[in-house]
């Protein structure tokens, strides 16, 4: 069964995350099953809030979450692989708990007043994937790995914020806080008009450049990775930002088109890691 379930939680990252599954799925086989299962989970909770909307379908998953805290497993591929990651790394439930907070606000959305509010939205729904993944790609540093966990997780979520800018504003969301709009002079209409002019230039790269200042703050701690984690945890930190100079290259069109990296070029940036 168990080879069964963890077939479904790597067709789920292979089918939702190219980029993701691109960067970890050559991992050694015991941590890349586990990255799977805890990829399967926030995925799992993530489309329940961006497909389904339901706040009673999270409510259940929190409770399913922590009955498998108290030992009740729910018979499901998730819950079933999540059981053997928790035996044999050591992850902490705490983080899981945290990422659910986390959709829970984007439920209930409400567009971030300040820097801060959005900051603290990216660590709750990527600081705390960070901390989920680091006992495995870190078996014996993860307790020291906290800060480069949750600088990569919120360099992660703003880069997904710029990349799906208008995506998110047709689903009714605005993540670029209040005073961060107000100081560039771009307001709601301008979004609704997809205008990527002077002043959303400026208002990427404010926040453009808050994702480079994280990504380099998580590259201070990288020693500290297990060395058959390394590339892939490069890669996946190095493929993500590059989104950002990909927009930077379609002259900041993140309003009107999704930009994404190819197979190729993200195949080459692993390769070129490898080679490194």
């Known amino acids: ?12 990252i292979k089918k939702e995350s ?14 890349a099953y586990a990255v799977f299962s805890v990829y399967a989970f926030c995925r ?3 489309n329940i809030t961006d497909n389904e909307k339901s706040a009673e379908k999270l409510l259940i998953l929190e409770k399913d979450l922590e009955n498998f805290k108290n030992g009740i497993i729910k ?6 692989t999540l059981k053997w990651v928790f035996d044999n790394f050591g992850l902490s439930i705490k983080p ?4 659910i907070n986390g959709q829970k606000s984007d439920i209930f959305f409400k567009q971030p007043e300040t820097q801060e509010n959005l900051e603290d939205y990216c660590y709750n729904v990527a600081g705390t994937v960070g901390l989920m993944l680091n006992p495995i790609l870190a078996e014996k540093n993860y307790p020291k790995l906290e800060d480069a966990a949750v600088y990569l997780g919120k360099a992660m979520q703003l880069t997904n914020i710029l990349r799906d800018l208008g995506e998110d504003y047709d689903n009714g969301r605005i993540y670029i806080p209040k005073d961060v ?6 307001n709601e209409k301008d979004f609704n008009l997809k205008i990527s002019d002077d002043r959303f230039i400026k208002l990427f790269e ?19 990775y297990d060395e058959d984690s390394k590339i892939h945890l490069k890669a996946s930190a190095v493929i993500y930002r590059e989104i950002l100079n990909k927009i930077r290259k379609n002259n900041y069109n993140s309003m009107k088109k999704r930009n994404y990296l190819s197979l190729s070029e993200k195949l080459k940036i692993l390769n070129t890691i490898k080679g490194g």
């Open 44 to 46: 799992t909770a993530d």
């Open 181 to 186: 709009m107000k100081k560039f002079n771009y």
């Open 96 to 99: 899981f708990l945290g990422m």
């Open 18 to 31: 190219k980029s993701f599954y691109t960067a970890f799925s050559a991992l050694p086989e015991k941590k």
């Open 1 to 12: 069964m168990m080879n069964t379930d963890f077939k479904y939680c790597e067709n789920l």
């Open 206 to 224: 404010y926040e453009a450049q808050k994702a480079d200042f994280f990504y380099e703050k998580f590259f201070e701690y990288f020693d500290l």
């Open 75 to 80: 018979e499901t591929p998730v819950f079933r």
